[in-house]
């Protein structure tokens, strides 16, 4: 029993986290990790581990982003057990899948909380317009890593010391943006 501990442990990335409020009021940025998404329960037959990571940078208060660090590696993982296979999975269209569900389910709950919302920005104001969250995610796959975010959050690899930018803020001023 214990030699098969061993062995799943060896499987899975080592990873660490750390988190920092800033100058803000409250912390408003969520993480999620999910080593071994897919092999854990999955009902259809994913022959390798998918790694889940995701940052979640809240804007204007902390519901959208725990929102998305509770719901969005459970999105991921039922889009791709979705495509029956890991080789079958065509992580562009799937990540693309992922947010856009991950934004309707937000803005149907938001709609739903507001009555019962106990948040500091109060769901019931004309600011909560701008209430919402960026996110980055990173797949880890044996053979890829997938990263997609909206917003301005970021993800970057570092090997021997140097930084490999993994994504591209989306900024209101960006030429494709203003489409």
Not at 67 to 72: A, I, L
Request: proline letters at 4%; one cysteine or more.
């Amino acid at each position: 029993m214990n030699k098969k501990f061993v062995e799943d442990e060896k499987e899975r990335p080592k990873f660490g986290m750390a988190s920092g409020c800033g100058s803000r009021r409250d912390m408003e940025d969520a993480v999620s990790i999910h080593p071994s998404l897919c092999k854990q329960s999955s009902q259809v037959q994913i022959s390798s581990d998918i790694h889940f990571f995701g940052v979640f940078d809240g804007h204007g208060c902390t519901h959208v982003a725990m929102k998305c660090r509770d719901r969005f590696h459970e999105i991921v993982k039922k889009e791709v057990e979705a495509c029956g296979s890991l080789k079958a999975v065509e992580w562009k269209n799937t990540m693309e899948r992922s947010f856009e569900r991950m934004d309707e389910e937000v803005r149907e709950w938001t709609v739903n909380a507001k009555e019962s919302s106990t948040c500091r920005c109060e769901l019931r104001t004309p600011q909560c317009d701008a209430v919402g969250s960026t996110a980055v995610v990173a797949i880890i796959t044996p053979d890829n890593i997938i990263v997609a975010n909206c917003g301005d959050s970021r993800a970057v690899l570092c090997r021997n010391g140097a930084a490999f930018p993994l994504s591209d803020d989306h900024k209101p001023d960006r030429p494709d943006e203003l489409l």
